[in-house]
């Protein structure tokens, strides 16, 4: 039997482990080596969810890059709540740059066509998605994604940053909440 850790009132049992997901990360930051020769991106990591998946690309980047990192908030417990805050923290200015958001996950797709709209607003040349992880039949937008490292079944996941009502975003690897 998997052994199974409690956070809050539920249940979770290991998913996807560290080594996999490092594994994975690494051949999305050669996908971004490849595609951004030539030029120099400015990363975009949306908080809190995507620090351990930025941080982990960041160091197999090796074309000449920034990052900085911006907030949006608009999940409550383990639903979707539907509403989309404001991007807060972009003080660089993105007019023609090429962009590549990082994102944890992408459930709905409402979050990232909410930060995608706001973006194009500010006319960069290139606007691109990373995300770690995507789950295909949740999605009720649709959404070009450039960079996708896992897609998940529609079941609800924690741990590499994701976190459930605010615990579990340090664990290493990534937990599914058990049936
Ligand atoms: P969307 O707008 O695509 O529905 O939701 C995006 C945000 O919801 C993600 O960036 C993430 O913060 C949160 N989210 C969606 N699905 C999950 C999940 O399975 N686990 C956790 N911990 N957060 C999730
Ligand atoms: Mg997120
Ligand atoms: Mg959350």
């Known amino acids: 039997m998997k052994s199974t850790i409690q956070v809050h009132d539920k249940h979770f049992e290991?998913?996807?482990?560290?080594?996999?997901?490092?594994k994975r990360i690494n051949a999305l930051a050669a996908e971004i080596n490849q595609d951004y020769t030539g030029k120099q991106p400015l990363f975009l990591a949306i908080l809190n969810g995507s620090f351990m998946f930025a941080a982990e690309l960041m160091k197999s980047i090796s074309v000449s890059?920034?990052?900085?990192?911006?907030?949006?908030?608009?999940?409550q417990a383990t639903a979707s709540t539907g509403k989309v805050h404001q991007i807060l923290g972009l003080t660089e200015n993105i007019e023609n740059r090429d962009i590549i958001i990082i994102e944890d996950i992408i459930d709905t797709g409402l979050t990232m066509v909410e930060i995608k709209k706001q973006l194009l607003a500010q006319n960069p040349s290139s606007l691109s998605i990373a995300?770690?992880?995507q789950k295909p039949e949740a999605l009720k937008v649709p959404i070009d994604v450039q960079y996708?490292?896992?897609?998940?079944?529609n079941?609800?996941?924690l741990g590499y940053g994701l976190d459930y009502d605010g615990l579990g975003r340090n664990l290493a690897d990534l937990y599914v909440l058990c049936e």
């Not at 996708?148 to 079944?153: A, H, I, P, S, Y």
């Open 14 to 22: 290991v998913f996807i482990e560290q080594s996999i997901l490092e």
């Open 65 to 75: 890059c920034e990052i900085t990192f911006l907030r949006v908030s608009s999940y």
């Open 131 to 133: 995300t770690l992880f």
């Open 148 to 153: 996708v490292g896992f897609d998940l079944e």
């Open 155 to 157: 079941k609800f996941v």
